[in-house]
């Protein structure tokens, strides 16, 4: 039985006891636990339910590679499931609950699966391909919500995650991935060549295995002291960073380099400080020290409680205090896992047999298990493990003669089929691999490829056990090579040194792929490989008579490796057990592909700061504050938040829009209009640039004269439009629209940059540099004076129409344009961004005599209606020429050339059928037709097609008319002319409009004589 | 009748200031004249209208030239920003363009169209790391560096004044979404 012991745990602060509660129990741990070693100092053996067959499952690991013991940790909004526990810091007061079963961990309705799967083949390999093809509607009534309910690991979180995230960006000479006596070392010798060198460790703690396999001895210290002696070196160090609780998530092109850090995991709810960060580095140079994974054996009922890897039941004794087990059995196919059974023995527990499954054991480590009395067993295997919830009982055998069993009472067992190097980092940036069969494991073999930086020579390298060199003496040498290596690779180069290495003598492993057994578990349907899928030995084995000869494939048609541990533990063990079944050697049936992240990463991560407030940025001219404090009902308008009304008290927006379009068109109304976009465009060459770049002529405009302008894309498509303005001989002003400022911009700069580099242009963006209004209404001249405007040369009264003044209120200077998108006498009145909200408020005051009031974007877009001006995005929709617009007045036929001419030219674009703007009375003046409702040709019953042939594209209650109004794209448009159309709706109504001219209001223009 | 007052910011952000709580001191900075100023950056010419306007020398690529309130940067291969005092800019931007009237130029008062922010601490470039993908090392970003970038969504230009003295400049719009987002990311639990 697990528990904590009396001393021990280098890792564990046993002054500070801390307490934490798992499914609703409260139990103890210590600063410095994790959640896995202090459940098991709780005897907590059961943590979860499989996902298939929801078998009872308990920790199998120490680190990473943790593919049972998921936990849904923290409560609310900052539950998460699928935790791994043993990678999970504990903090006081952590709440964890176990996943995957129901009603209760100790007794689960789920396992029926396994018990029906003894009889009939549910969920083996191909399971769902075979089973829900017939019949076909059963797909959607059963099948589906059967496996939706089924499918999945844990819950979802419902609550808003109140925890902040980030990113941070960083550079380096050299990256070190790995704190363990490997990464240790090539940090030294990096740093002490003279790169700056960044080492990260995913853990909290510097050493890695050192701090448990101390009876090696590098130059004369035990292991873990030194690896905390080298640590304090390279601490004091200025060219190193060194720091903890970051993982290496991802490797990618010419040295950029994804780490996940946990900052507060530990900590949660800290005033300010993320929980995790996300770091995007560019490293010259990396060495990936990554170390290497324990491989699991696979034989019968290997998935129970208390079947452990044997290098994580030493870490937990040594790391926690924490015992694993009264007595045990260790069975391995290497010398190392004789630690596991040492460390059990002096930790007081009983092991009663190490099997081994080579023929002979005769190594330094055998032979110290032998002299302290603990039974070696060459050529033994196990045929079974027993137990109801954990393990109680191991039926060992001959691996020759599986029926000859015999058995040992014990709580654990400890398994090692031998480790497979970390090369994830390595594969991620489109690293090689290649098999050793005397090592039975892919390694690194750069040769044949490796990560490269920008010039093109390799810029990644494994160093340790994460390159295949497991042994002390091995790891550390080249661990000094690959550091030295980083360093030449960047010119720099350390003093010869190599640290003196002692260490126990290993025997070579031999593979171990398989531990036969018999009557009903012979075929191997609880020999589990993938844990956290459920896909055992048979499965694979299954795929493989069925025809499967790559391990890619075989791995989705059996689901092997693709679980949230991504096969850390399966992968070789599955590929393997093909081979054998297909009888060709390893290499033979491929690799799968490692693919970023390494462990899974928080979505909260990649997000970073981009949620909440900050979510995307929201642009606000100089007087937002004032439309928010005055009633301002906000809509988004590229990414500035413009008003679309002002709404008074008990006003809905409908009665709003209709207040301030009468309110300007009787009085006047004020506008801010500072999100139009506004480029300077200046130089000797200016005029024949805008000549180009508009469809009309641009070159003839008089100095402080305005011009309505167009401008097409290259198919002749309308895509903005504004008024420009000739601020001087060589320099003009562009105003675009709202959303299409950037593009505008990036359009003029593309094509100067490309095609017409010769012209002596300029453009700037001085959007921001200027607060904009417009003044609208009959007494919007009389606004303007009170205001205090006056003219740098001539009168208000006397400006004309299409005009630029400077002028200025008091010393401010302001440009004053006579233009309208209303039809009213209108101005718009631009000042330095800095004074936008003074002069808002100051005309504001100065009509206040005048029934001055705002109007937000609505009733803007309301009048423009009603005078039949297009808007950008309504009436077009990147299909739309100016011809069918009825603009032609606006497209130049005296210049040579500008962008969209030749395409007018197009059959497509001189077709006569073409979609043209028209107006539309409906027949009933108090119906609204629908936006985007389609015209039709013939109304025919529901469900028929109908062929359209048109649609509305603006459309509104016009308060000044009483009566609805709307625009529309008509086929034939203008040949229509008091053709009544119909527009079916949903539902099968149908609305009747009179097609008109889309001018509805002052046709003549008499309001802005 | 109501006062012409200038502003730099909109209320919340404009002379804000985020010390007490936070690893790096976080300031608006307030009103800044800045003309941006392009033409061939080589000429005699330009090194006239720029040492005229602020009494420096054209800065080299990616560089900054500072005294006191004046400075010049870098801000493209012909283009320049001159940082001035506000009420300077206006007659700065017609002098320098006046200066430049035999050649192809544009001189503009753009004094409005940016907010500018100093950031103060030992750890300030760890701030800006948090948002910039740029090498901000004592070696990568010396003192009178300048680089335009984005700050995570936004786009924001900023320079090391000294050792420990950032400024950062974004468009005027985005002032408050640059502010919190600074506000935020300098509390102290957020020290890298």
Redesign the interface.
Do not use: C, N
């Given at each position: 039985m697990p528990h904590r012991m009396p001393e021990g745990g280098v890792l564990i602060d046993r002054s500070r006891p801390i307490r934490f509660r798992f499914n609703g129990e409260e139990l103890q741990g210590y600063v410095g636990d994790t959640l896995a070693s202090a459940l098991m100092a709780n005897d907590k053996v059961l943590l979860g339910r499989s996902f298939k067959y929801h078998r009872p499952r308990g920790l199998i690991a120490s680190g990473a590679e943790e593919p049972n013991a998921l936990l849904g940790v923290g409560e609310g909004g900052r539950f998460e499931p699928n935790q791994r526990a043993t990678m999970t810091e504990l903090y006081d007061g952590l709440v964890a609950t176990s996943q995957n079963h129901w009603p209760s961990l100790e007794f689960d309705i789920g396992a029926m699966n396994a018990a029906v799967a003894n009889r009939i083949p549910v969920f083996s390999a191909g399971f769902y391909y075979k089973t829900f093809m017939y019949p076909r509607a059963a797909w959607k009534h059963v099948y589906e919500p059967f496996i939706r309910h089924a499918a999945g690991l844990g819950q979802a979180p419902t609550d808003p995650d109140p925890d902040?995230y980030?990113?941070?960006?960083?550079?380096c000479d050299v990256l070190v991935v790995g704190g363990g006596v490997a990464g240790l070392m090539a940090a030294r010798r990096a740093a002490e060549a003279g790169a700056?060198v960044l080492l990260i460790e995913q853990t909290g703690h510097w050493g890695g295995r050192a701090l448990t396999d101390t009876d090696t001895l590098i130059d004369g210290q035990p292991a873990d002291a030194w690896a905390e002696a080298m640590a304090a070196s390279l601490a004091a160090m200025p060219n190193v960073r060194m720091r903890t609780r970051i993982m290496g998530a991802g490797g990618y092109d010419h040295g950029w380099w994804l780490l996940y850090e946990r900052v507060?995991e530990h900590s949660p709810g800290?005033?300010?400080?993320?929980r995790h960060?996300l770091w995007?580095v560019?490293a010259k140079q990396c060495v990936v020290a990554t170390g290497a994974i324990e491989r699991p054996l696979t034989f019968a009922e290997n998935d129970k409680p208390g079947v452990m890897l044997a290098s994580a039941v030493r870490d937990y004794i040594r790391l926690y205090g924490v015992r694993p087990a009264r007595s045990a059995v260790v069975v391995a196919n290497n010398d190392d896992a004789y630690r596991t059974a040492l460390s059990l023995h002096r930790a007081g527990a009983t092991v009663k047999a190490v099997l081994d499954t080579r023929a002979e054991a005769n190594g330094a480590l055998p032979g110290e298990a032998r002299a302290l009395g603990i039974p070696v067993r060459p050529g033994y295997g196990i045929a079974k493990v027993e137990g109801t919830m954990r393990v109680e009982t191991v039926r060992i055998a001959p691996l020759a003669d599986p029926s000859a069993v015999q058995l040992l009472v014990c709580d654990l067992v400890a398994m090692s089929g031998g480790w497979s190097p970390v090369v994830h980092l390595f594969s991620h940036g489109g690293g090689k691999l290649r098999w050793e069969e005397e090592m039975a494991m892919f390694r690194p073999e750069p040769e044949r490829g490796a990560p490269i930086g920008p010039d093109g020579s390799v810029n990644t390298r494994c160093a340790g056990a994460a390159n295949g060199a497991l042994a002390a003496g091995d790891c550390l040498s080249d661990a000094v090579a690959v550091g030295d290596a980083a360093a030449e690779a960047l010119g720099r180069q350390a003093p010869p040194a190599m640290p003196e290495v002692a260490a126990p003598a290993e025997s070579p492993m031999e593979p171990h792929w398989f531990t036969p057994a018999s009557g009903k578990y012979a075929h191997g349907n609880k020999h589990f490989v993938d844990f956290q899928n459920d896909v055992t030995a048979a499965d694979i084995r299954l795929a493989a008579r069925e025809g499967y000869e790559s391990v890619e494939h075989t791995k989705r048609y059996t689901t092997l490796g693709m679980a949230t541990d991504q096969g850390k533990t399966s992968n070789i063990n599955g590929l393997a057990l093909l081979a054998e079944a297909r009888g060709e050697p390893i290499p033979a049936v491929g690799t799968t592909t490692f693919r970023p992240p390494y462990m899974p990463i928080s979505l909260g991560s990649i997000a970073?700061?981009?949620r909440g407030?900050?979510f995307?940025?929201?642009?606000?001219?100089?007087m937002?504050?004032w439309h928010a404090a005055n009633g301002g009902d906000f809509e988004p308008v590229g990414?500035?938040f413009r008003p679309y009304c002002y709404r008074r008290a008990g006003e809905d927006r409908d009665a709003a829009v209709a207040r301030e379009v009468l309110n300007a068109r009787g009085k006047v109304g004020l506008l801010d209009a500072t999100t139009l976009g506004k480029i300077?465009v200046?130089?000797?060459d200016a005029p024949s640039f805008l000549d180009l770049i508009y469809t009309n002529m641009m070159s003839s405009l008089k100095i402080g004269a305005c011009r309505y302008g167009l401008m097409c894309n290259e198919n002749g498509f309308l895509f903005d439009d504004g008024v420009v303005v000739r601020m001087a001989e060589d320099e003009y002003l562009l105003h675009t629209t709202t959303g299409g400022a950037d593009r505008v911009h990036g359009h003029l700069e593309e094509w100067l940059q490309t095609e017409w580099w010769d012209l002596?242009v300029?453009t700037?963006n001085?959007?921001?540099?200027?607060a904009q209004i417009a003044i609208a209404g009959p007494q919007s001249r009389a606004t303007l004076a009170a205001?205090?405007l006056v003219l740098e040369e001539g009168t208000l009264q006397d400006l004309a129409f299409m005009r630029y003044a400077p002028a200025r209120?008091?010393?401010?200077?302001v440009r004053l344009y006579r233009i309208s998108f209303s039809g009213e006498l209108a101005f718009e009145l631009a000042c330095?961004?800095?004074?936008g909200?003074?002069?808002w408020?100051?005309l504001l005051?100065?009509g206040a005599d005048h029934g001055i009031q705002p109007y937000g974007t609505e009733a803007l877009h309301v009048m423009r209606a009603e005078k039949g001006f297009i808007m950008i995005g309504d009436e077009t929709d990147g299909t739309v020429t100016p011809q069918d617009l009825g603009l032609s007045w606006a497209v130049s036929k005296k210049k040579a050339d500008f962008i969209g001419k030749r395409a007018f030219d197009r059959i497509d674009i001189t077709r006569e059928d073409r979609k043209q703007l028209v107006g539309l009375l409906t027949e009933d003046p108090t119906v609204v037709l629908p936006d985007g409702a389609h015209a039709v040709a013939e109304v025919k019953a529901a469900g028929q097609p109908m062929k359209t042939i048109g649609h509305v594209t603006s459309t509104y209650r016009s308060p000044v008319l009483g009566r609805s109004i709307a625009m529309a794209l008509i086929e034939r448009g203008r040949e229509r002319m008091g053709e009544v159309l119909d527009f079916p709706l949903e539902g099968g109504s149908v609305i009747r409009a009179t097609v008109s001219d889309p001018v509805f209001y002052d046709k003549e223009g008499a309001r802005n004589a | 009748m109501h006062e012409l007052q200038r502003v730099s910011a909109a209320p919340a952000v404009a002379g804000a200031v985020h010390e007490s709580g936070h690893f790096v001191r976080v300031a608006e900075s307030g009103l800044r004249g800045q003309v941006t100023l392009r033409g061939d950056l080589a000429t005699p010419a330009m090194a006239r209208a720029v040492n005229e306007a602020v009494g420096l020398a054209v800065p080299d690529r990616l560089r900054g030239n500072f005294d006191g309130p004046r400075a010049v940067l870098w801000m493209a291969r012909d283009e320049l920003m001159l940082l001035l005092p506000h009420e300077e800019a206006r007659a700065a931007a017609a002098q320098a363009s006046a200066a430049l009237s035999d050649t192809h130029h544009l001189a503009i008062d753009v004094s409005d169209a940016r907010t500018i922010f100093t950031l103060t601490g030992e750890n300030a470039a760890a701030l800006l790391a948090k948002g910039a993908p740029v090498d901000l090392s004592a070696t990568g970003f010396p003192v009178g560096t300048v680089r335009r970038t984005h700050l995570g969504e936004i786009a924001i230009a900023f320079w090391r004044r000294e050792e420990t003295v950032w400024e950062v400049m974004g468009f005027r719009s985005t002032a408050p979404h640059l502010a919190e987002w600074l506000r935020t990311s300098s509390l102290l639990g957020a020290a890298v």
């Open positions: 902040v980030e990113h941070y960006h960083t550079f700056e507060a800290e005033e300010g400080m993320p960060r995007k560019r970073g700061r981009s407030d900050l995307k940025v929201i642009r606000e001219t100089p937002h504050a990414d500035w300077v200046k130089g000797p002596q300029f700037q001085v959007t921001e540099q200027w205001a205090g209120i008091s010393d401010l200077p330095p961004a800095s004074a909200m003074g002069l408020e100051r005051a100065a | -």
